[in-house]
């Protein structure tokens, strides 16, 4: 569950960076990234802070490969690195659709409210 946790932080960070990040020269290269200090860093030098704690994404960044694929570095997580990965899913959450809201886009279809789908 962790590495879910870790991937839909992800998917939302990314989002963030295809809709409002494209002048940013890391841009390209964030978006192929599963690293979320960069997508978070990506989205700051954008101008589109959201606050999140560093360590809290760097604790959580970790499980996209070490708690998912068996090897050296594969750890066996508790139910409390569950409970803090979901407390930043859910953070991420609320955050990015704020951030979406504010920006004037429609959290049903993801277009922009005047392109609206669900009219």
């Given at each position: 569950?962790c ?42 030098d ?74």
């Open positions: 569950m590495g879910q946790c870790q991937q839909i932080c992800e998917k939302f960070l990314k989002h963030l960076i295809y809709l409002f990040c494209s002048d940013n020269k890391d841009a390209e290269s964030a978006l192929r990234s599963h690293s979320l200090i960069k997508l978070n860093s990506v989205l700051k954008s101008g589109i802070d959201l606050e999140l704690d560093r360590k809290s994404l760097s604790i959580v960044k970790d499980y996209y490969f070490t708690a998912r694929y068996p090897g050296d570095e594969f750890i066996e997580l508790t139910r409390s690195d569950y409970i803090e990965a979901k407390l930043l899913t859910d953070e991420i959450y609320e955050k990015v659709t704020h951030y979406l809201q504010q920006k004037g886009y429609c959290l049903e279809c993801g277009f922009p409210k005047s392109d609206c789908l669900c009219r």
